[in-house]
């Protein structure tokens, strides 16, 4: 996927459900951050510095996840995952005031845990996870903690909530309140419509949302196609516009598909 600042990353998953009851999941996620201009101090210089090499930052991770549904309302569920970040080569003095070349590479171990919660009134569910518990990172001797974020959910279905009930068509809303470790509190809201008559293999959907106190992103919009059969056998595909901020990004376009078997 193209991502904004010539970013641009890949990602893919599998998932196993074992009885209804238990699920397992494998995923990963690559990130090429395109290629940057190095450069280094030098006072002689008219702006200060000089350009060295070329380099090309990099990260990613790959994931091992397990969920368990405890009662017909309760799931929770987790994951490990090993990220690693490569920010190429840096040069810096050391005690001696002498220049030293080191690589700025590290990996680290992380976890995710996440509750899903039945209310039993209607249909309004509510969740809780934890993304990116670890150790921090060091680099050239300071501390970077992973971008861990604290997230409580709520989701509904629109039309039971006003007693409006139909057996083709669902809207439902859904909400995060976040508190990411480097930003204040935000809130994300977003809204979905779907189309399937009953026992019908195909669906559709089309999907609205917006981010509050966000300092780049602000809407979305998109839409999505399913075919599954009664076998539990099928295929979607979701496509999706993100709206940034014009005066530092242009809107990113995404597209993602899915195999059910």
């Not at 699920?23 to 990130?31: E, I, N, S």
């Not at 080569?89 to 039945?118: H, M």
């Not at 007693?163 to 204040?184: I, T, Y």
């Amino acid at each position: 996927t193209k991502w904004i600042a010539d970013i641009t990353y890949g990602y893919g998953g599998i998932a196993f459900n074992v009885n209804g009851v238990n699920a397992f999941g494998f995923g990963y996620m690559m990130v090429d951050n395109g290629t940057i201009q190095g450069t280094r101090i030098n006072t002689k210089a008219k702006e200060g510095f000089e350009d060295t090499k070329t380099f090309k930052p990099s990260e990613g991770y790959v994931k091992f996840a397990y969920a368990r549904k405890v009662t017909d309302r309760f799931s929770i569920g987790g994951a490990m995952k090993v990220a690693h970040q490569d920010l190429g080569q840096a040069n810096i003095l050391n005690p001696l005031n002498q220049p030293q070349a080191i690589s700025n590479k590290d990996s680290k171990v992380a976890f995710d845990l996440g509750t899903y919660f039945d209310t039993g009134f209607r249909t309004v569910t509510l969740g809780l996870n934890v993304n990116n518990y670890a150790r921090s990172v060091n680099y050239q001797g300071e501390n970077f903690e992973l971008p861990r974020r604290v997230a409580f959910a709520f989701s509904a279905d629109l039309l039971t909530l006003t007693n409006h009930k139909s057996g083709r068509q669902k809207l439902a809303f859904m909400m995060d309140v976040e508190k990411p470790l480097d930003f204040s509190e935000r809130v994300l809201t977003a809204l979905e419509y779907l189309y399937q008559a009953p026992k019908a293999p195909f669906g559709v959907a089309l999907r609205t949302g917006y981010r509050f106190n966000h300092d780049t992103e602000s809407y979305s919009l998109g839409a999505g196609l399913k075919f599954k059969t009664s076998g539990g056998r099928g295929i979607s595909f979701d496509y999706a516009y993100k709206q940034f901020n014009k005066s530092y990004f242009s809107g990113v376009q995404t597209m993602s598909g899915s195999l059910m078997f």
